[in-house]
């Protein structure tokens, strides 16, 4: 398993090193707005990460990978709207083989728990053969999109979502994070490598902090508990 384009991703987002202002606050929009608090940042992505594992557990209570890094903690840069005003998105993807299982099994299980939430979704069945592809589509609560692709000749199940661009500074949210200014090239390895049936969402990963993946990019067996 490589993790270049992980780190990539990661690192891309966080190459300004400005001051971070208001400690309680996570920076100013770029028009003078104040950004939302550390706080209310974490509430955010609680609802992100418990609404994404529902879901998941609800398609198969197993250990999901977490795909290149999106744990959903690491903020990214974002522009809401056609406004100039700046901001920051939390994503979280995860990933499962289930191979031979009925695709619209899945994305029944996926729709069933999308309700259970409160969230109306739509199915589509998409393509033949090698090219076929389900997809359940979900708008609101948890995120601002979530989508669930189910590809029948891999097997391959992945659940991606994505909340609304929502006012603050993503390099002053992640400094906070992670703990420092400046952040390492590998900070990916402090994020869980899986998400799996007992596990509890975390918003805080700092420099002394437990790591999940070796040097290597290869997920730490046993992952450490986080405590």
């Known amino acids: 398993m490589t993790m270049t384009a992980l780190a990539v991703g990661l690192v891309l987002t966080m190459t300004g090193c400005g001051g971070q202002g208001d400690p309680g606050s996570t920076g100013d929009t770029g028009a003078g707005e104040v950004g939302e608090t550390y706080a209310q940042a974490e509430q955010r992505f609680t609802e992100l990460a418990?609404?994404?594992?529902?879901?998941?557990m609800a398609i198969e209570p197993a250990e999901w990978r977490v795909v290149d890094g999106a744990y959903g903690a690491h903020p990214t840069g974002c522009q809401s709207g056609l406004s100039e005003d700046g901001g920051y998105r939390l994503v979280a993807v995860r990933g499962l083989d289930l191979p031979g299982r009925d695709a619209l099994e899945v994305a029944r299980a996926a729709t069933e728990a999308f309700q259970a939430l409160g969230i109306d979704s739509s199915t589509a069945?998409?393509?033949?053969?090698?090219?076929?592809?389900?997809?359940?589509?979900?708008?609101?609560?948890?995120?601002?999109?979530?989508?669930?692709?189910?590809?029948?000749?891999?097997g391959q199940v992945r659940v991606s979502a994505a909340t609304e661009c929502a006012p603050g500074s993503a390099h002053d949210l992640a400094t906070q994070v992670f703990g420092e200014e400046r952040l390492p090239a590998d900070v990916w390895r402090r994020l869980p490598a899986f998400d799996g049936p007992t596990s509890e969402p975390a918003f805080s990963f700092p420099p002394d902090g437990p790591l999940y993946y070796d040097e290597s990019g290869n997920p730490v067996q046993p992952q450490p508990s986080g405590d």
């Open 50 to 56: 418990t609404g994404v594992h529902s879901v998941i």
């Open 125 to 154: 069945d998409r393509g033949q053969g090698e090219a076929r592809e389900v997809t359940v589509v979900a708008e609101g609560g948890i995120a601002e999109r979530t989508v669930v692709t189910i590809r029948p000749a891999t």
